[in-house]
């Protein structure tokens, strides 16, 4: 039990540290429950990049990452395809401060994506990673089910929850939303 | 117990790994890895904030002269991670002192650019479309430079004052030159490197001791032997005499000012600078001349002329004084100086603002004109050699056959390029057909 509980926060740390860097909104879970319309739990299960020059701009690459699993907001399966800025397409990188780390969106991982629609980020992309890095959070097998990893202080998810307990608090928050 | 032991060893793992990339519980900060070298110190402006609020300080202040607005507030986020006080420390009313950083490390403010720049010509600048929760974002890696791209959906304050609604450009561009210097998110609420911004954002304008104690892993304490400018007198016109008086000159050394070069490449981050001036006074002071243009007014540093160390650059000073006109900010070259009858020449215009209207001029004499009140180096226009619009990175060409008239004359070319009610001017090129 105890060495569990050393796993998980050092697998917590090690997300917190490891994450983008760029200025992003300070959400609590009900302000990403509010700015969003989508919470899928799910697994990664494609990640691609696309090149797009806004008008007067110069180029810009995004990471689109595929969830499929289940809508925390509707409780209806989904697979969704959300983007955040920053990636490497056909050898060209663009780094920003504001990517995930890679660990967070591997093909394969288990997570909780936040996402809304978005405007001006190219014909390929209908959707962000809400916050970007602040909109993806690794999920684990724990003890006593599944564990969502938080990400600290100013994070919708601050600390490691239960995933049960996760989709009760959002299941609060989406009633109130409506 | 095999069990339990892959467990502990995952653990042990994962454990060493945060223990190699997270700092210590006494710290918060964190590094990217990665300095920026004295020669990617500056950082310049692309002006093209859309919020109404990102442009409506107009007031300008001594200790940071000639600028308002948004680049003001630029100017005083990067003064904020200075080595010593900025000038007199006077200038945001939110804060008891411009300049905390305590490091070896001084940013030096160059003024507006003429577009976005690559990713490597430390300029901000407003980026279009929806911002997905995100603020602002720095283009890494760092050590060779970087970009500071803010959302423009977001309604940016430019203070100067206390900011109640919106989000402080300070207090952003703060944070984001943070990254800029190699400093990563810190854990510490409150410091200005925390990931995420509540409310308006003003409260990082003011860095923090963590902040601090991250510049300083980064670059050192603040070097001893750092040039320190205590004040600068004199006649601040072309041609004054201009007195720095400080302490830590060595005697070779160079005065850094405000370049008036605005293009949107690497040439627009380079200093004006004034070489080769020998300290008096047992390295309290040194004397030099201003020329009559090249610069404008700002800010000026003392850097030592044959140290590059982090610690080799000073702290910024205010310098309120205006060069010469300025002029030649555009670029234009040809494939031949010496074309002959029936020849194609292409000419390249670069440097120049992006998307505005461009006239390539000729003239059979180089006494000089002026346009627009621009001053020009060609005679009056004899006329246009080609006219059109400048691409998304301030450039254009034309190619162009040499007709039969031209034979034995000599030709000379300027551009004109207008842009936001001003009008640029570029380098004068000399055409001689045989």
């Known amino acids: 039990m105890k060495i569990h509980h050393i796993l998980i926060a050092g697998v917590a740390s090690l997300a917190l540290v490891q994450v983008g860097r760029a200025c992003i909104e300070e959400l609590d879970l009900a302000q990403m429950v509010a700015k969003t319309d989508a919470a899928v739990n799910g697994t990664i299960t494609n990640v691609r990049t696309v090149r797009y020059t806004p008008p007067g701009d110069d180029r810009l690459i995004y990471t689109l990452v595929t969830v499929a699993g289940t809508d925390l907001y509707t409780g209806q399966a989904r697979t969704l395809e959300a983007a955040f800025v920053g990636g490497t397409h056909e050898g060209d990188s663009m780094m920003v401060t504001s990517m995930p780390a890679p660990s967070e969106y591997r093909v394969g991982n288990s997570v909780i994506l936040f996402s809304a629609p978005v405007e001006g980020w190219g014909p390929d992309v209908e959707r962000c990673v809400y916050a970007a890095m602040g909109g993806i959070f690794r999920e684990i097998a724990g003890k006593k089910g599944a564990v969502i990893l938080g990400k ?27 | 117990m095999k069990n339990l032991l892959r467990f502990t060893l995952g653990g042990a793992v994962l454990t060493g790994s945060v223990l190699l990339l997270a700092p210590n519980s006494a710290v918060g900060y964190s590094l990217l890895g990665q300095q920026l070298g004295i020669g990617q110190r500056d950082h310049r402006l692309f002006n093209n904030f859309t919020a109404s609020g990102a442009n409506n300080n107009t007031a300008t202040i001594a200790n940071m002269p000639a600028y308002d607005g948004a680049e003001l507030a630029m100017w005083k986020a990067g003064a904020e991670w200075g080595a010593r006080v900025f000038g007199d420390g006077t200038g945001d009313s939110t804060q008891t002192q411009l300049g905390d950083g305590l490091a070896s490390f001084n940013f030096y403010w160059n003024g507006n650019a003429s577009g976005i720049g690559g990713t490597n010509d430390n300029i901000h600048s407003e980026i279009p479309g929806s911002s997905g929760g995100v603020l602002a974002f720095t283009e890494t890696p760092i050590d060779n430079g970087w970009r500071i791209r803010y959302y423009g959906t977001w309604s940016w304050q430019d203070g100067p004052g206390s900011v109640t609604s919106g989000i402080d ?32 954002g003003q409260v990082t304008r003011s860095i923090e001791t963590d902040d601090k104690n991250g510049a300083q892993a980064n670059y050192g304490a603040t070097n001893a032997a ?30 850094w000012l405000d370049n008036d070069l605005i293009d949107g490449g ?4 380079e200093p004006f600078k004034i070489e080769g001036l020998a300290s008096t006074g047992g390295g309290t002071q040194i004397t030099f001349t201003l020329p009559a243009s090249g610069y404008v007014g700002g800010s000026i540093h003392v850097k030592d002329g044959t140290n590059n160390d982090f610690w080799s650059l000073s702290e910024g000073h205010p310098f309120d004084a205006l060069g010469g006109p300025i002029t030649d900010t555009v670029s234009l ?3 031949s100086l010496t074309p002959p009858v029936g020849s194609s020449v292409t000419f390249t215009i670069s440097a120049a603002p992006g998307f505005s209207p461009y006239i390539l001029h000729y003239a059979f004499t180089n006494t000089g004109t002026t346009i627009n009140g621009q001053p020009f180096d060609i005679g009056p226009p004899d006329g246009t050699v080609s006219s059109g619009t400048t691409d998304i990175l301030g450039g254009a060409s034309v190619t162009r056959i040499v007709p039969v008239g031209g034979a034995g004359r000599t030709v000379y070319m300027e551009t004109q390029v207008d842009s936001g009610g001003v009008t640029y001017d570029s380098n004068m090129i000399t055409l001689v057909v045989p």
Do not use: W, Y
């Open chain 1, 152 to 178: 600290g202080e100013g994070f919708a998810v601050s600390q490691n929850v239960r995933l049960a307990d996760l989709q009760t608090s959002i299941a609060k928050e989406v009633g109130m939303k409506k």
């Open chain 2, 169 to 200: 450009l300070q207090g952003v561009a703060c944070h984001e030159l943070g990254h800029a210097l190699g400093l990563g998110h810190s854990t510490v609420g409150g410091a200005t490197m925390f990931p995420s911004i509540s409310g308006t």
């Open chain 2, 266 to 269: 690497n040439a627009g981050g």
């Open chain 2, 226 to 255: 750092m040039p320190r400018i205590n004040t600068v007198t004199g006649s601040l016109v072309p041609g004054g005499t201009v007195v720095i008086t400080g302490s830590g000159f060595t005697a070779d050394n160079k005065v």
């Open chain 2, 333 to 335: 070259t040809s494939t």
